[in-house]
């Protein structure tokens, strides 16, 4: 049975730092295209980062760029999101998935062009 895991979310003052992990079991993170996405409350979920298969890096968001990372630790076959300087408007859901195939960042979504698992998400609150 594959389960993505994330913790590390929680409640964090406007500019400080969190970092979420994402552990998995039943697969390995070396096979597959890693994402972060996340959902605010009233809005659809939106990516923040994913592996790019075309170019072998990584994608960020405009609205992370600069402020978010993402790294991997394939020992522990665990990826990690470290996000710096963290905004009120970062407030949302996380959730990481891991995608058999390659994402695809579409006019309007981005989408895996395989099979997904997802996590249960964590939460990030920013106050202000």
């Known amino acids: 049975e594959v389960q993505l895991v994330e913790s590390g979310g929680g409640l964090v003052q406007v500019g400080g730092s969190l970092r979420l992990s994402c552990a998995a079991s039943g697969l390995s993170f070396d096979d597959y295209a890693i994402g972060w996405f996340r959902q605010a409350a009233g809005k659809e979920r939106e990516e923040v980062s994913y592996?790019?298969?075309?170019?072998?890096?990584?994608y960020y968001s405009d609205s992370v760029k600069g402020r978010f990372t993402v790294s991997r630790d394939n020992a522990k076959n665990t990826v990690y999101l470290q996000m710096n300087r963290l905004k009120p408007e970062d407030t949302a859901n996380y959730y990481c998935?891991?995608?058999?195939?390659?994402?695809?960042?579409?006019?309007?979504?981005?989408?895996?062009?395989?099979?997904?698992?997802w996590g249960q998400g964590t939460r990030v609150t920013v106050s202000s």
């Open positions: 998935a891991a995608c058999s195939g390659a994402y695809y960042r579409g006019d309007y979504s981005t989408i895996c062009l395989g099979t997904t698992f």
């Open positions: 592996d790019s298969r075309t170019d072998g890096g990584t």
